[in-house]
């Protein structure tokens, strides 16, 4: 039994937890307020709608990305559907001939 106590700490989860936690926008209405007419809850409303963009652009990067992803893999199909046309007319027409 090892003697190090954070020996069982899974080191990488618990630097994905810090990096998602360094992303993560904290805002403070004293700190932060764009201005003093700026009432406390008009500031919630701001934080709230800011994450939310924040959110959708996390959304389209993802679904871009999966989109490219899905492109790539019908190119990739459609090459090998031709290249299986291609070999069955070379069969079609060596049978052709043989008969």
């Known amino acids: 039994m090892p003697l190090d106590p954070y020996s069982t700490i899974d080191e990488f989860a618990a630097n994905e ?4 936690m360094e992303q993560r926008e904290v805002y ?3 700190r932060d307020r764009p201005g003093p007419t700026i009432d406390e809850e008009q500031f919630k409303r701001m934080v709230n709608e800011r ?3 924040v959110h ?4 389209k990067e993802t ?3 999966r989109l490219s992803n899905l ?3 019908i190119k990739f199909y459609e090459g090998n559907i031709v290249e299986q046309q291609e070999q069955l007319d070379v069969i079609a027409t060596k049978q ?3 008969l």
Do not use: D, G, V, W
Request: charge should be positive.
């Open 28 to 30: 403070s209405f004293e």
């Open 96 to 98: 052709r001939k043989t």
């Open 51 to 53: 994450n939310k963009r």
């Open 63 to 65: 679904n871009n990305k």
């Open 56 to 59: 959708m652009e996390k959304a």
């Open 71 to 73: 492109k790539e893999f």
């Open 17 to 20: 937890l810090i990096k998602k």
